[in-house]
């Protein structure tokens, strides 16, 4: 089974879903897989992961993915259970289901499912990613930032953990400074976000406010 989690990097509003392409087999191998990051410049990256799972498995998560498409978050939460119960050495399950219980608000079974997700692949930038974002909604500042980081160091082209870092720091943390520096590498990334260059202004007015 090869897990394939994309990062896009022109967008900044769709949610992160998995993607898997699976080879299927007559048996499951438990063991877990670490992560490895493919980069190219169409796709921003791709994080592959490899595991033996039963075509059953392989028709489950299909299932679970295209119920998550078409928004049927409740039914694909039942399935991917399934699945990281039957493929417990993938992250990918996982991360679709702490996915699943964000957009239905249930922080706390998101932060289980990727804090499981983060014990199959601690350097994961996606679980990374989320579970910052969960931190970041539970008041958790701090923690939001570490997670935050430690998805740029995976992949500084990160672009949706870049965003969320330099908002974290504008509006949570009161650093602008980290802020600037985090709103302007994004916009390397993705040139075209109009908002952003916004609130790069307004962090550039705020900072010459206080310069003596």
Request: hydrophobic share 40%; glycine share 6%.
């Amino acid at each position: 089974m090869i897990s394939r989690t994309r990062g896009p990097r022109a967008s900044v509003a769709a949610p992160l879903l998995t993607v898997l392409a699976i080879t299927g087999c007559a048996t499951t191998e438990t063991r877990s897989v670490p992560a490895r990051i493919e980069t190219d410049a169409a796709t921003g990256f791709t994080i592959v992961e490899e595991a033996r799972v039963g075509n059953d498995v392989r028709s489950d998560y299909d299932q679970a993915v295209a119920l998550l498409e078409g928004g049927a978050d409740e039914r694909a939460i039942a399935v991917l259970e399934e699945v990281a119960a039957n493929a417990p050495g993938l992250s990918a399950p996982l991360i679709d289901l702490g996915i699943a219980h964000h957009r239905r608000g249930e922080l706390e079974a998101a932060e289980h499912a990727l804090t499981r997700a983060l014990a199959v692949n601690p350097n994961h930038p996606i679980a990374l990613n989320e579970i910052g974002i969960v931190y970041r909604k539970t008041g958790r500042f701090d923690e939001a930032r570490r997670s935050y980081e430690a998805a740029l160091a995976v992949y500084g082209g990160f672009h949706y953990a870049r965003r969320n870092l330099a908002v974290l720091c504008d509006l949570y943390l009161a650093d602008p400074e980290c802020a600037l520096r985090h709103y302007e590498a994004y916009m390397q990334t993705v040139p075209g976000d109009d908002e952003v260059t916004i609130w790069i202004a307004d962090v550039k007015n705020r900072l010459d406010r206080v310069t003596p």
